[in-house]
């Protein structure tokens, strides 16, 4: 029988396994980061598929509604893009100055959106981490945009944050949805193999379930997985002490003076309220412009730095060396008396 109805890659939902039939017969199978640990000839009958690998050993395996069940592995058919072979041109991409833009193409788009609704084939492009373009066409100007085009064809994209507000109809307007695949919105979306969800809620069941073939997930327009291969370091774990950042050390201070809040280099905080000591005390982690509280009652708070001031909890704080219009008085190091 004639192979050409199953020539291609098949790979297993993990992408562990890329096992490749080639036209002639013959079949290479990658595992891992190991290339061509298998190969060999093959022989299709019917829907039965028998192997006879170059070191010697046979095996066998079955073709059942397009998936391959092969030596207790279920594979799928999967285009050649989205393999982790293109992990480093992925990488690239990313990387290159200027960037040129990516342009996902033939994809059937589950927007979320009311007005753009489904896409039954289009496009997606990405620039600087949002979507500038979505739908049919945009294809035909990648060459003008000096676009990387991306063949998704036979894929379904969906968004990559679920909005359960939006998909039970509770958002008054449109522009108030959150993470719908619309021109302007955070290019946060998943890739998955297949055309058969009719709504975001299937796909994501599906997603949930881990039913779904994953083919990719790019969060703000960064490629995080390709071909079932994580391209980031997994999040560091917050250290148990806290986070400290040296230059907010110190006492921070509201307008109204009220709020004394102490950063110690523990990584402990300490407040002061309307003169009231140890109000409340806790640990802290700033990352960035972002402090999270843990107060030793249990409740988690945060708040944000922006142009020397602490925004918390409704109060705007300042340094002590700098706070203004305070009551309460403090030390010369800007503790509460």
């Known amino acids: 029988m004639s192979t050409e109805p199953y ?190 969800y009719a709504d975001n809620a299937q796909a994501w069941a599906a997603i949930l379930a881990g039913t779904a073939r994953v083919l990719a997930v790019v969060a703000a327009g960064i490629v995080v997985e390709w071909g079932g291969q994580r391209l980031i370091e997994p999040p560091a774990e917050a250290s148990i002490s806290g986070a400290v950042d040296p230059a907010r050390v110190g006492t921070w201070i509201d307008e109204t003076g009220f709020l004394h809040q102490h950063l110690l280099d523990t990584g402990r905080y300490d407040e002061t309220r309307g003169g009231r000591e140890h109000a409340f005390q806790g640990r802290y982690w700033i990352n960035g412009d972002r402090i999270d509280y843990l107060d030793d009652l249990g409740f988690w708070a945060y708040g944000t730095f922006a142009n020397g001031v602490l925004h918390h909890g409704g109060y705007v704080l300042r340094p002590a060396s700098t706070a203004t219009g305070r009551t309460g008085a403090t030390d010369e190091d800007g503790a509460a008396k």
Not at 13 to 32: F, K, M, Q, S
Not at 58 to 83: C, I, K, N, Q, S
Not at 175 to 187: D, E, F, K, M, R
């Open 7 to 196: 020539v291609g890659l098949w790979v297993t939902a993990d992408g562990r396994v890329r096992h490749r039939l080639l036209p002639g017969g013959r079949y290479t199978e990658a595992r891992g980061r190991q290339e061509n640990a298998y190969q060999g000839g093959y022989r299709i009958d019917g829907n039965h598929i028998e192997y006879l690998d170059d070191t010697g050993f046979t095996a066998d395996g079955d073709f059942v509604d397009d998936v391959l069940h092969h030596a207790g592995m279920v594979l799928y058919r999967t285009a050649e893009t989205f393999t982790p072979d293109v992990v480093a041109d992925i990488r690239a991409m990313q990387a290159a100055q200027p960037h040129r833009p990516p342009l996902y193409a033939g994809a059937r788009l589950l927007t979320g959106d009311p007005l753009i609704g489904t896409i039954s084939q289009g496009d997606l492009l990405v620039s600087d981490g949002r979507i500038v373009g979505i739908g049919p066409g945009l294809v035909t100007a990648a060459d003008d945009d000096n676009a990387i085009v991306i063949d998704c064809a036979g894929t379904t994209i969906v968004p990559g944050v679920v909005d359960l507000v939006a998909a039970a109809g509770l958002r008054p307007t449109r522009t108030q949805h959150v993470g719908g695949l619309v021109p302007g919105a955070s290019a946060t979306f998943v890739v998955l193999a297949g055309r058969e």
